[in-house]
């Protein structure tokens, strides 16, 4: 059976490490950032259009009802929109049949359902979000923790209107996920033998 893992998680939570470690722990790929890059060489985009568009819903600006599968409109303006929802659904097929794998955000665990993926959602709270992501800040980027705070909410609210296109389940329900794992004060590395011996006994119940 293919083992697809998706990761869905708060801004800050430390979710894409955690992908990218549990991948490397299991020996599979973790798809991430390479989603944006596909699309964006695909069409012919901007990377940080393509980025912006992949977290937030098309139905918040046009009056669309999003389905298996999307129409394609004749306005100009709602094409661009589209195109990146139709291409990100593609390649996120693509990746579930070339075999196992890790796929970080991008409504994967909704997109992939028909391939049974263990759902991950990975949250934390306020103050341990602030401090990862200050951690982490580039060079010369010094944010005050009120504007950092505003950062992530703002984040977290596009990715809870980018779900509602493919699910009536809420962005971070618990009903929605197999596994929910709180990073709050916790090194993120050391949950990885845990989680990957989870994963085998949770691919090898599904086979049975």
Same mark, same amino acid.
């Given at each position: 059976m293919t083992r697809i893992i998706t990761i869905s998680r708060e801004f800050g939570s430390g979710g894409r490490e955690l992908g990218k470690r549990l991948a490397d722990a299991l020996g599979i790929p973790c798809y991430d950032h390479e989603i944006i890059q596909m699309i964006a060489k695909e069409n012919g985009f901007d990377e940080r259009y393509v980025a912006n568009m992949s977290?937030?819903?098309? $139905? +918040? +600006?046009y009056p669309l009802t999003i389905g298996h599968r999307f129409s394609m409109p004749p306005v100009p303006v709602m094409e661009q929109p589209i195109r990146v929802a139709v291409a990100q659904r593609e390649i996120l097929e693509s990746f579930a049949r070339k075999g196992d794998c890790v796929i970080v955000g991008r409504c994967a665990d909704v997109i992939l359902k028909e391939y049974h993926p263990l759902n991950i959602f990975v949250y934390a709270n306020m103050d341990a979000k602030i401090a990862r992501c200050q951690e982490r800040a580039p060079e010369g980027e010094n944010l005050t923790r009120k504007e950092l705070e505003r950062r992530i909410r703002q984040v977290e609210k596009?990715?809870?209107?980018?779900? $509602?296109?493919y699910s009536e389940v809420k962005w971070g329900d618990k009903e929605a996920y197999d596994l929910c794992i709180n990073t709050s004060g916790r090194e993120i590395k050391k949950l990885i033998p845990a989680l990957v011996e989870l994963v085998n006994c949770w691919f090898a119940a599904e086979e049975q």
């Open positions: 977290e937030k819903s098309i $139905e +918040a +600006a596009g990715r809870r209107q980018f779900r $509602e296109m």
